[in-house]
């Protein structure tokens, strides 16, 4: 079936610090969602991507969709102690349906400050 | 407030017994998810209803079943409970059931098992 993968599974940045979270689909994606996490809480959606190669940005977060609509990875610029969280992508399509929002494995991060 | 309400938000219950996680859907949400998250895991997507009707399947136990009622609330029970379903179960709920739709989710029922 579908499989979504995320690296890193967990990283821990200084206060300032970029981060990035890359996600990958074992099959061709109709379009990617993110979600951050944070800890006790539930998933809350941050942003879409549908076209091929899209880059979107939310302040010091940057999100790409590869050309290929297979992966997709999020950046953040100089990490503040309020992204803390898990951030997972998820993602629509390929052989096993078309319905189903399958998640990444998601990356835990956790900033210092 | 994601206005997907899940109830209860805690329940303990014994090896071998039957639970039901109930959830009510955004206001005008067609489609409802239901997740699975255990300890410091991925989100496992269990199933999908829209409107009424099944729509998606992912690895679901034959042990757990789920319905969408004709207000649109969803009811997902879980029988013959073992240690390994202790986990937290989400229920998330959308506009449609396709493409281009963000999942709203709600708070979580904890569910543990002794």
């Known amino acids: 079936g579908q499989q979504v993968m995320q690296i890193p599974q967990y990283q821990h940045v200084q206060e300032g610090e970029d981060f990035t979270t890359y996600c990958n689909s074992s099959t061709t994606l109709s379009n990617i969602q993110w979600y951050k996490q944070r800890p006790g809480g539930h998933p809350v959606f941050l942003i879409q991507l549908v076209k091929s190669g899209e880059v979107k940005k939310q302040k010091r977060l940057t999100f790409q969709f590869g050309e290929a609509k297979k992966n997709s990875s999020l950046h953040i610029t100089a990490t503040q102690t309020t992204d803390v969280g898990t951030y997972f992508c998820a993602g629509r399509g390929g052989s096993t349906g078309f319905q189903k929002l399958v998640f990444g494995t998601g990356t835990r991060l956790l900033v210092s400050p | 407030d994601s206005g997907v309400t899940q109830t209860p938000k805690h329940l303990i219950t014994a090896t071998g017994q039957r639970v039901t996680l109930r959830c009510s859907p955004r206001s005008g949400d067609l489609s409802v998810y239901w997740y699975q998250q255990s300890l410091d895991q991925g989100l496992q997507f269990l199933i999908q209803?829209?409107?009424?009707?099944?729509?998606a399947k992912g690895n679901i136990l034959e042990r757990f079943s789920a319905q969408q009622f004709p207000d649109l609330h969803s009811e997902l029970n879980l029988s013959s409970l073992e240690l390994g379903d202790s986990a937290l179960y989400f229920c998330?709920?959308?506009?449609?059931?396709?493409?281009?739709?963000?999942?709203?989710f709600g708070q979580g029922t904890r569910l543990t098992v002794v």
């Open positions: 209803y829209y409107n009424g009707e099944e729509r």
């Open positions: 998330a709920s959308s506009v449609y059931s396709g493409a281009n739709t963000e999942a709203f």
